[in-house]
Each structure stands twice: as C-alpha cells, then as structure tokens.
C-alpha cells in the first residue's frame, strides 16, 4: 500500500526548503512493470524511481528498466499529496551506454541513464535541470528524492547526503560519491538537488554496499546522447563527437520517417513546404531540453495553478544564476532560446563561445551541446563586473547565427532581441547604441524573397501554393451530414454522401431521429461502404464532417469504425464544416452585417461590402493566395479570455487563421457560441483544440505548435494533411505532437455546397 506524503517537512527545512521541497516530491516517479496485470500500488511490480525532467519525459537508470521487455514500463506519478496516484504507459527512448548491463546481469556501467517516453499527453509538474557544465554544489550536501519497497509498503522518502568526492573524474564514467545517510532499495532513478541553487544536478545511480550513502550521475552526461548519422529533418547533425572515448547511446525506438510538428513527414514533403528547422525527433536531447526550456518559461505566465514554480523557489533561496540574471530572467531567455532552432554542430556552439569578448573557453567532457549548455558555461567563467554584458553578447551571436528563418524562427528571433533590448536597459547607452545597431544590421542583411524579415501584413505565397488544392479539382472524399432535430435536441437526422473528383454527389445512406450520444455507433457500416469505394492505394480519401455549429466540438476524430480499430482521425484526413449556417447566432449587439471595407484597404481590394456570401467568398481566396498567420483567440498567455464579437472578427486579416485554445472551457456566456461568431464572419478555415482540464497544465506549447503548423506552412491547403500527420504522430507515441491532443480544424469551401442545404454559391 502507498504511504502519502503528507506535506510536512523534515527538520531544519525553511519555508523556502520546504516550497523547493514539495516541487521535487510532486516531479517524483515510481517505474514499474509494464501490463495491466500487476498492482501498482504493491512492491511486487516497483522497479525503481525516476523524475518527469520535461513534460511526458521520464529520467531515470538505465539499471532500472533495462530488462524490461520491449521497453516498456508503467509511470506511476501524482501532482501533490493529496490526489491518489496515476498510471501512464511508458516506453524507453534511450540509454546510456547502450545494452552494456546485458554483458554483467545486475550492472550497469557508468553513466547508466535512460529517458522514458510516455505514452500519452498528461499534466504533471516537471524539474529544473541545471544548465551548467558540470555538477557544481552551492554547498557541502545534496537533496535527494526517491521511492521504496523495502518496509513492504510503497513509500516515498527524501533527505540530505553530504558530498564526498568524485570517481572517474573528466570521464563519462564520473560520479558523484555522496554519503551520511542511508539508502534504501527504490531510490535508484530519483533526482539530486543543489539546495541552494535550487535545481537538478545528478540521478541517484547506486547506494553503497557497506556504510552509507552511494553515487551519483551528472545530467551534464546526457549531451552524450548521439544523433543518429544522417538524420533527416534536423539542424543539428553534428559532425564532430563530443569525445571519442564516448560510449554512444541507443534509440530503441527511432523511428525512419519521423515527422516535423506540423505533420509533414521528412521524406515527402510537400512542393516549397519543408520541414521548419526544428529538432528532429531523433535528437532526442534537443527535444528534451527545449521542451524542458519551455514548460519553465510558460509556467512563469499567469495559469490556473496557484502553485510556485521552481523560478518562484530559486528567487526566495536566493539563487542569481551567473551573478548577471535572476532566476525569471534566466528562464525567460532559455525559453526564447529554446524556440529557435539548436546550434547546427557542437563545433558550431564552441565557435560561438570562442568568438565572445574576455572570454576564456575552459575544457569540457562532455562538450555544451544546445543554447542552454553554452548559457551555463557563460555562469562560471564571466568576470563579475562584465557577466551580463557577456550574456547579452551571446543572445546577439545566436541571433546572428546562420538558420532558415521561417516566420516561426523570425518570431523567435524577434522575441530574443526583445529580452536582449529588455535586459540591456540598465547598461551604459554606448553599449546599448551598439546593440541597437547589431540589431539593425542583422534585419538589413539580404535575403531571398521567401525569407523577408519585415512583419508586415502577410506574405504572397508561392505560384505553386496559390493553385494548389481547393482551386484545383478535389479527390475522392465523404461527406457526412449530421441536422439536429430542433424539437427532439438529443436526436438527429444524418446522410453519408460520396463526392468525386468533378465535385458530383452521391447519396449513399440517410437516416432519422437517431439519438446522438449513439451517432457514431450508427454511421460505422455506412462509413465503411463509402470509404471502400473512395479510398486509393496508400491515399485514404477525405471524411467531412459537417454537424450544427454547437456541436463542432464534438470529438468526431476520435470516433472508430471497429472496436479494434484505430480511430478516425488517424486513419484519415477528418475535417470539420457547419451544417446549419442559417441558424448561426444573430447580430445581436454585434453590429450589422456588413463587409467592414478598411479591413481590406492594406490588401489593395475592398472586398465584397455588404455580402455576407462575399464575405466567406473573399476570405477563403485570399487566405488560400496569402501566407496564412494563425491568431489565437481565447487565451493571452495562459489567461482565458472572450472571443471577440463578430464584429471584431470581421476586422481580423484576410489571412488570418483563428485558433481556440480551449473550446469548452465555458468561463464566459459566450463562449457556446464562439464557433458560431467566428463563421458569422466569414472563416472557412479555423482551429481549435478541446479543453481537458488537468494539473500543472500549460498553453504555451499548444500556441507555439498552432502558429508553428500554420505559419511556417505554404498555404491553409496544406493544412487537412498537417492535421492528420500530428494525428498518427500522437498515435504512434511521438511526444513532440502531444500539443495537438484534442486538435481539430474547420475547413468549409464556400464553393462546395452541402446537398441540400441551400448552401450553393456561384463556382470559383
């Protein structure tokens, strides 16, 4: 049986402590057997602990889940004392050496690490891992964490280990001996903490055999992490090792054709639409910590959790990392670091420290890897009076560095001179002048004419893009059409309908007072007919889901044709239209319907003024001839707000894409109607996700995927296709596509009517 943690502190603990405390002890796992069969909440299937060191990410020992069969384990986890615990399927994504335990049963060599990747999205808090290059202590003792089976009952225990010495120093092999006090069988996997500094330096890897105490590994070894040669997709293909005398690591699910976050796989791009210069998901450090950057940076915004975050702690201990930053501004810049894409080489990020003014490049193994590494070399080796300066410096040579600078990358950009216009306030004006001039001679530097750097209003896109999908003649697809019955509103009339590529209907099924909550139980055989006779080899055709706009919501996505099949949106492209136009909601106090003009003005064209049907007409056009830009609309920062009235959306960029962070978050009176306002003016392309309340949760990520898919893309046309790629990316266990849990998206062409809707407009 599990023994709570009730919340109290051991003593000596400040109120500091025990806040720093409670953030370790909520990021603290249990890893266990894999299969329903076992008890979680019993000894018998506990293997040892870990920490959740980014979100969905597990760091653990290698020792600890090694023999499990295919990788797989459970995480057993809980967010604070007070909720019963939760179990998450996980897998091992990598080790550290790769299989070495296999030749001696019952060891693992040195650095004996392994990431857990979970195998679905789940609110939960995470660690800050330090940036610096090597486990440096604030003082003599380390905090600790871990779990244990060893009194019968699970229980989860932390203290203090005095720091002893190190063994195997300048080595992969290095650990931390650490000692007075004992160990018990469990605690393998827990993390390590520099309690005055506040952060995670090292995982509990061993206890001693006689006496007390044991080892600890740095989580500076997990830059040993090896790129596979030849990545696709990535930025960084390091072509010079850390250090030869590595062992390399082992990714036990790589997988060949990966996908970048907005769908799009590697190997088949679509025409003038590659991949963003992100982190291939194969680099598995990169992903890691620039997730692990980013949940830092988005917890500091305003979020439903009154909890402190690890920032909050590190201020009230009075950590100043570097003596240049305080413990919000560092998260800050590692979070705007982590946005763009990482160093192309190692050799690339050693140049950038080199070129750095009165600044010495001290020996490191293993070598900084990403942004971060290089920021936490700057922390010990600046000279007090010059460190934030020298910081500063860093920001501007990474911002000169050599990218693809897509609008992603160039928002990116644009929010890292800020911090570096923000953090430089307080310096003497030449420097500052200097900057400003760096700054302006980055923005003057020629580009080709897909890369500008002005933000202006939106982009023409490509010739390619602007003829391609919804001018050109549409394949195969379904169209489901759902009509609730205004006086039975728990029942429906639905009909199943085939269209072909010269854009002619077929009907093939048509039903009655069908009760809702059973739809999709009742649509699964007709379905299946219309798929046979529409799908082609490798190109499953288009479903088109049409319901009343207050149910365009409903998760149809998720829905399966069979009990053992996979579901929907997975299978294939599934987008969304609105069956009932002529019941969207009245004006109201939202002014008349007319086209607003000046919206267009800046776009050369006034639209069609005063024409509703004109009005979808027009902003479908343009947003397929324009580089879309997706808006979000409910939520600033993590702070929920109304969507607009439909009179302000009307005034919204022709190329704008709205996006809802969380559509059934009902805090406000309008909000049932949001879907409603945003047809009544005229989008035909929109984006949302379903809002599922959970602990610890952020909308950071979520905002960055939605304006990463559609910003960077060449078009909305290539939108249904990105969509079903994050779709079988969550399918398959991809944790860098969980931002798009719950997404779905609007795509109603004004130029394809629905049967006998009276929806018909004149063709393009």
């Given at each position: 049986?599990?023994?709570?943690?009730?919340?109290?502190?051991?003593?000596?603990?400040?109120?500091?402590?025990?806040?720093?405390r409670?953030?370790?002890?909520?990021?603290?796992?249990?890893?266990?057997?894999?299969?329903?069969?076992?008890?979680?909440?019993?000894?018998?299937?506990?293997?040892?602990?870990?920490?959740?060191?980014?979100?969905?990410?597990?760091?653990?020992?290698?020792?600890?889940?090694?023999?499990?069969?295919?990788?797989?384990?459970?995480?057993?986890?809980?967010?604070?004392?007070?909720?019963?615990?939760?179990?998450?399927?996980?897998?091992?994504?990598?080790?550290?050496?790769?299989?070495?335990?296999?030749?001696?049963?019952?060891?693992?060599?040195?650095?004996?690490?392994?990431l857990?990747?979970?195998?679905?999205?789940?609110?939960?808090?995470?660690?800050?891992?330090?940036?610096?290059?090597?486990?440096?202590?604030?003082?003599?003792?380390?905090?600790?964490?871990?779990?244990?089976?060893?009194?019968?009952?699970?229980?989860?225990?932390?203290?203090?280990?005095?720091?002893?010495?190190?063994?195997?120093?300048?080595?992969?092999?290095?650990?931390?001996?650490?000692?007075?006090?004992?160990?018990?069988?469990?605690?393998?996997?827990?993390?390590?903490?520099?309690?005055?500094?506040?952060?995670?330096?090292?995982?509990?890897?061993?206890?001693?055999?006689?006496?007390?105490?044991?080892?600890?590994i740095?989580?500076?070894q997990?830059?040993?992490?090896?790129?596979?040669?030849?990545?696709?997709?990535?930025?960084?293909?390091?072509?010079?090792?850390?250090?030869?005398?590595?062992?390399?690591?082992?990714?036990?699910d790589?997988?060949?054709?990966?996908?970048?976050?907005?769908?799009?796989?590697?190997?088949?791009?679509?025409?003038?639409?590659?991949?963003?210069?992100?982190?291939?998901p194969?680099?598995?450090?990169?992903?890691?910590?620039?997730?692990?950057?980013?949940?830092?940076?988005?917890?500091?915004?305003?979020?439903?959790?009154?909890?402190?975050?690890?920032?909050?702690?590190?201020?009230?201990?009075?950590?100043?990392?570097?003596?240049?930053?305080?413990?919000?501004?560092?998260?800050?810049?590692?979070?705007?670091?982590?946005?763009?894409?990482?160093?192309?080489?190692?050799?690339?990020?050693?140049?950038?420290?080199?070129?750095?003014?009165?600044?010495?490049l001290?020996?490191?193994?293993?070598?900084?890897r990403?942004?971060?590494?290089?920021?936490?070399?700057?922390?010990?080796?600046?000279?007090?009076?010059?460190?934030?300066?020298?910081?500063?410096?860093?920001?501007?040579?990474?911002?000169?560095?050599?990218?693809?600078?897509?609008?992603?990358?160039?928002?990116?950009?644009?929010?890292?001179?800020?911090?570096?216009?923000?953090?430089?306030?307080?310096?003497?004006?030449?420097?500052?002048?200097?900057?400003?001039?760096?700054r302006?001679?980055?923005?003057?530097?020629?580009?080709?004419?897909?890369?500008?750097?002005?933000?202006?209003?939106?982009?023409v896109l490509?010739?390619?893009?602007?003829?391609?999908?919804?001018?050109?003649?549409?394949?195969?697809?379904?169209?489901?059409?759902?009509?609730?019955?205004?006086?039975?509103?728990?029942?429906?009339?639905?009909?199943?309908s085939?269209?072909?590529?010269?854009?002619?209907?077929?009907?093939?099924?048509?039903?009655?007072?069908?009760?809702?909550?059973?739809?999709?139980?009742?649509?699964?055989?007709?379905?299946?007919?219309?798929?046979?006779?529409?799908?082609?080899?490798?190109?499953?055709a288009?479903?088109y889901?049409?319901?009343?706009?207050?149910?365009?919501?409903?998760?149809?996505?998720?829905?399966?044709?069979?009990?053992?099949?996979?579901?929907?949106?997975?299978?294939?492209?599934?987008?969304?239209?609105?069956?009932?136009?002529?019941?969207?909601?009245?004006?109201?106090?939202?002014?008349?319907?007319?086209?607003?003009?000046?919206?267009?003005?800046?776009?050369?064209?006034?639209g069609?003024?005063?024409?509703?049907?004109?009005?979808?007409?027009?902003?479908?056009?343009?947003?397929?001839?324009?580089?879309?830009?997706?808006?979000?609309?409910?939520?600033?920062?993590?702070?929920?707000?109304?969507?607009?009235?439909?009179?302000?959306?009307?005034?919204?960029?022709?190329h704008?894409?709205?996006?809802?962070?969380?559509?059934?978050?009902?805090?406000?009176?309008?909000?049932?109607?949001?879907?409603?306002?945003?047809?009544?003016?005229?989008?035909?392309?929109?984006?949302?996700?379903?809002?599922?309340?959970?602990?610890?949760?952020?909308?950071?990520?979520?905002?960055?995927?939605?304006?990463?898919?559609?910003?960077?893309?060449?078009?909305?046309?290539?939108?249904?296709?990105?969509?079903?790629?994050?779709?079988?990316?969550?399918?398959?266990?991809?944790?860098?596509?969980?931002?798009?849990?719950?997404?779905?998206?609007?795509?109603?062409?004004?130029?394809?009517?629905?049967?006998?809707?009276?929806?018909?407009?004149?063709?393009?």
């Amino acid at each position: 049986m599990t023994e709570r943690y009730d919340g109290g502190a051991p003593d000596g603990f400040d109120a500091a402590q025990l806040a720093l405390r409670e953030l370790v002890l909520a990021a603290t796992v249990r890893i266990h057997h894999a299969g329903a069969g076992y008890a979680h909440d019993e000894p018998g299937s506990f293997l040892g602990s870990g920490f959740f060191v980014a979100p969905n990410w597990v760091l653990t020992c290698a020792h600890v889940v090694h023999a499990e069969e295919g990788g797989e384990v459970t995480v057993v986890y809980r967010t604070s004392p007070y909720e019963d615990p939760r179990a998450v399927p996980g897998k091992v994504a990598a080790t550290l050496p790769e299989h070495a335990g296999r030749l001696v049963p019952g060891s693992w060599p040195a650095p004996d690490l392994a990431l857990v990747r979970l195998g679905e999205p789940v609110g939960h808090t995470c660690v800050y891992v330090s940036e610096r290059p090597n486990p440096h202590f604030g003082g003599s003792r380390v905090y600790y964490a871990g779990w244990t089976g060893a009194r019968g009952r699970l229980e989860i225990l932390d203290g203090y280990l005095s720091v002893q010495g190190t063994i195997s120093a300048w080595s992969p092999e290095e650990q931390v001996r650490l000692g007075q006090n004992d160990l018990p069988p469990g605690v393998s996997g827990g993390p390590v903490i520099d309690p005055v500094r506040g952060e995670v330096v090292g995982v509990l890897k061993s206890r001693a055999d006689h006496g007390t105490g044991g080892t600890s590994i740095g989580v500076e070894q997990l830059r040993t992490l090896q790129l596979p040669t030849g990545a696709p997709g990535t930025g960084h293909t390091d072509a010079h090792p850390i250090d030869p005398r590595q062992s390399g690591s082992h990714l036990t699910d790589a997988r060949p054709t990966e996908a970048h976050p907005s769908g799009t796989h590697a190997d088949n791009p679509p025409p003038n639409n590659p991949p963003p210069d992100t982190p291939h998901p194969a680099d598995l450090y990169q992903a890691v910590f620039h997730a692990h950057d980013r949940y830092h940076r988005d917890r500091q915004q305003p979020s439903d959790s009154p909890a402190p975050t690890w920032a909050d702690i590190q201020g009230e201990l009075g950590a100043r990392p570097g003596r240049a930053l305080s413990p919000h501004e560092r998260g800050e810049l590692l979070g705007r670091l982590a946005d763009l894409p990482p160093p192309a080489s190692t050799r690339t990020l050693l140049d950038i420290l080199r070129s750095l003014p009165n600044f010495r490049l001290p020996a490191l193994v293993p070598a900084p890897r990403g942004w971060r590494d290089g920021l936490g070399v700057l922390y010990e080796h600046a000279r007090q009076d010059g460190a934030r300066k020298l910081v500063i410096d860093y920001a501007m040579r990474i911002l000169a560095a050599e990218r693809d600078r897509r609008p992603s990358v160039r928002a990116a950009e644009a929010a890292l001179w800020e911090w570096v216009r923000h953090a430089s306030t307080g310096l003497d004006a030449g420097y500052r002048t200097e900057l400003a001039l760096q700054r302006a001679e980055l923005l003057g530097r020629a580009h080709p004419a897909h890369e500008r750097v002005d933000d202006g209003p939106g982009q023409v896109l490509t010739e390619h893009a602007a003829q391609h999908p919804s001018l050109a003649p549409p394949g195969p697809s379904v169209l489901l059409v759902v009509l609730r019955r205004g006086w039975e509103p728990d029942r429906c009339d639905w009909s199943i309908s085939v269209a072909d590529t010269d854009g002619g209907t077929t009907l093939l099924h048509e039903t009655e007072r069908t009760p809702l909550a059973d739809l999709d139980a009742h649509v699964a055989a007709p379905l299946t007919e219309a798929f046979r006779q529409c799908d082609g080899p490798g190109r499953p055709a288009t479903l088109y889901v049409a319901l009343p706009h207050l149910l365009l919501g409903a998760a149809v996505d998720d829905w399966r044709l069979r009990s053992d099949g996979v579901p929907l949106g997975v299978e294939r492209p599934v987008l969304v239209r609105c069956s009932d136009r002529d019941q969207l909601p009245d004006e109201g106090a939202d002014g008349p319907g007319a086209w607003p003009a000046a919206a267009w003005e800046q776009y050369g064209d006034e639209g069609d003024e005063g024409d509703e049907d004109g009005e979808r007409r027009d902003r479908w056009r343009r947003l397929h001839a324009w580089q879309a830009q997706a808006e979000v609309l409910d939520c600033d920062d993590g702070v929920r707000r109304p969507v607009p009235d439909t009179a302000a959306l009307r005034g919204l960029a022709p190329h704008t894409v709205p996006v809802l962070c969380r559509l059934g978050d009902l805090r406000y009176e309008s909000d049932p109607a949001a879907l409603g306002r945003i047809l009544r003016a005229g989008f035909g392309v929109a984006m949302w996700r379903r809002w599922r309340r959970q602990p610890e949760s952020v909308c950071g990520e979520f905002h960055r995927g939605a304006k990463t898919v559609v910003d960077d893309g060449n078009g909305v046309a290539f939108l249904p296709d990105a969509v079903h790629g994050l779709r079988k990316q969550m399918h398959a266990g991809l944790t860098e596509a969980y931002w798009a849990h719950g997404v779905a998206l609007l795509y109603d062409d004004p130029h394809r009517p629905l049967p006998g809707t009276g929806d018909l407009l004149e063709a393009p």
